[in-house]
């Protein structure tokens, strides 16, 4: 019996949370592989985030609003903000 072929999910237009959560796993990539201190160009993050430029944009700047990602102005560089790296630190328990 022959099974369906998986649907092409690649047209389907992606909502703002999904975009934001693609944003942030971009950007925990490259700090966990790269570089803890690096950035990603939001030139560069149009063409990683599968998804139109208008809803990119948008998920950013809610991930800013809440404090979650931070953008260098000078750069236009997006990172993880302190609080986020500090919500995402090991937790050490003394025995």
Partial sequence: MMLPAPADHSRRRRTHAEAAFDVLRTLLRGH???????????????????????????????????????????TSTLRLSAATLHEMRPLVTLH
């Fill in 32 to 74: 966990m592989l790269w570089a803890a201190g690096g950035g990603l160009s939001l030139d560069s993050l149009s063409g990683l985030i599968d998804a139109p430029p208008a809803i990119v944009r948008s998920a950013v700047e809610r991930l800013i609003a809440d404090g979650v990602v931070s953008l260098h102005a000078a």
